[in-house]
């Protein structure tokens, strides 16, 4: 089965600290997805791939980059972490379009944000 | 924006009952719609995925599609305390490209 590797489960940084999330999947999927998870506020968007340096902004993209170097490989980057980004991270991939195929998520990392 | 939207819960049932899970979302030219289930501390994994009006069954869980009436439900028949999670409805983006997500039911079903 695929299998979608995100580096940490937990991570406590500092406000105004860079961050970097890293995820990796190992079926060569061409679509791959960032969300974050809150209480109350379920799953949501934040930056999407569908291809090798080819980004897309989902719903909540402000505060965040991402960067596809390579197919399998997608980083979430916090360029100056702040408390409001305290969340659950999921990174997500698809095979093809995620209108029509299965998602598969990572494990999480759930960032604090002191 | 797309919106899709559940009733949080708890859906509280007993053991063996049917569990009705439900959706609406606000974009008519939506065409994919998923059911998603996250336990406690676990990733979102897909469990069912419907693309036309009408009925779609596998095993004991049914979706349910009404484009008609931008509603898609999700029943869970002879419910199991295994079954306790959130269920989680998504719903593709204008682009074809990404899903948006709702923000889930919690189903909690007692022995």
């Known amino acids: 089965d695929v299998k979608v590797t995100q580096s940490s489960r937990y991570l406590v940084k500092r406000t105004g600290e860079k961050v970097f999330l890293e995820c990796v999947q190992d079926?060569?999927?061409?679509?791959m997805f960032w969300y974050r998870q809150d209480p109350g506020l379920g799953l949501r968007l934040i930056y999407f791939?569908?291809?090798?340096?080819?980004?897309e902004k989902g719903d909540i993209p402000e505060g965040y980059s991402v960067s596809r170097e390579k197919k399998e490989r997608f980083s979430l980057i916090l360029e100056s972490a702040s408390t409001n980004q305290t969340s659950m991270y999921l990174c997500?991939?698809?095979?093809?379009?995620?209108?029509?195929?299965?998602?598969?998520f990572g494990s999480g990392t759930q960032l604090s944000v002191l | 924006q797309k919106e899709v939207e559940q009733n949080s819960g708890p859906l509280s049932v007993p053991e063996g009952a049917i569990a009705s899970l439900n959706c609406t979302y606000s974009?008519?030219?939506?065409?994919?719609f998923f059911w998603y289930r996250q336990y406690s501390g676990k990733s979102p994994e897909l469990i069912m995925f419907?693309?036309?009006?009408g009925d779609k069954e596998d095993g004991r869980f049914t979706a349910q599609l009404n484009k008609a009436s931008q509603y898609v439900s999700l029943l869970i028949r002879d419910s199991q305390p295994s079954d306790s999670a959130t269920y989680l409805c998504?719903?593709?983006?204008?682009?074809?490209?990404?899903?948006?997500f709702g923000k889930g039911t919690t189903l909690s079903v007692s022995s």
């Open positions: 997500a991939s698809s095979l093809f379009s995620a209108s029509n195929e299965k998602l598969f």
């Open positions: 079926m060569d999927h061409e679509n």
């Open positions: 791939s569908y291809d090798v340096k080819m980004k």
């Open positions: 974009d008519r030219g939506s065409q994919s």
């Open positions: 419907i693309y036309s009006n």
């Open positions: 998504a719903v593709n983006n204008q682009a074809g490209t990404a899903l948006i």
